[in-house]
């Protein structure tokens, strides 16, 4: 429980915090009233943040900071459905919190992968 005294009200989130809340409340099966009650914020604070993360207004200060994204492994191919050419063009996709989506193959120069990704993240 959070008292709060004197003249100030209203809380002060930084960056960080707020991403961490945003992160929480997407995770699989998370519910965003529930990550909200836990932080004692409200439903449409966390739906505020997260069209600023959209829009490119919420982001942490520094963007050479190492961020961790979730990541799943997946078979490219369900088993028992062998696909042959699967095998033998492996690719990698990445999906980012907005929704943006990049896949590339496994000959892709991790330079340039860097330089891609942090455009997309502006």
Do not use: N
């Not at 932080?39 to 942490?60: E, P, T």
């Not at 028992?80 to 193959?105: K, M, N, Q, S, W």
């Amino acid at each position: 429980m959070e008292i709060i005294t004197g003249v100030e009200r209203r809380r002060r989130w930084c960056a960080e915090d707020k991403l961490r809340m945003l992160a929480e409340a997407a995770q699989p099966g998370a519910r965003t009233s529930e990550v909200a009650r836990r932080h004692d914020i409200s439903r449409g604070l966390l739906w505020y943040w997260r069209r600023q993360l959209r829009q490119g207004r919420l982001a942490v200060a520094d963007p050479r900071e190492p961020v961790f994204l979730p990541l799943q492994v997946s078979d490219a191919v369900p088993p028992g459905l062998g696909a042959p050419a699967a095998a033998t063009d492996p690719r990698i996709e990445i999906a980012l919190p907005d929704g943006t989506c990049v896949r590339v193959g496994a000959d892709v120069d991790a330079a340039a992968l860097r330089r891609v990704l942090s455009v997309l993240r502006r």
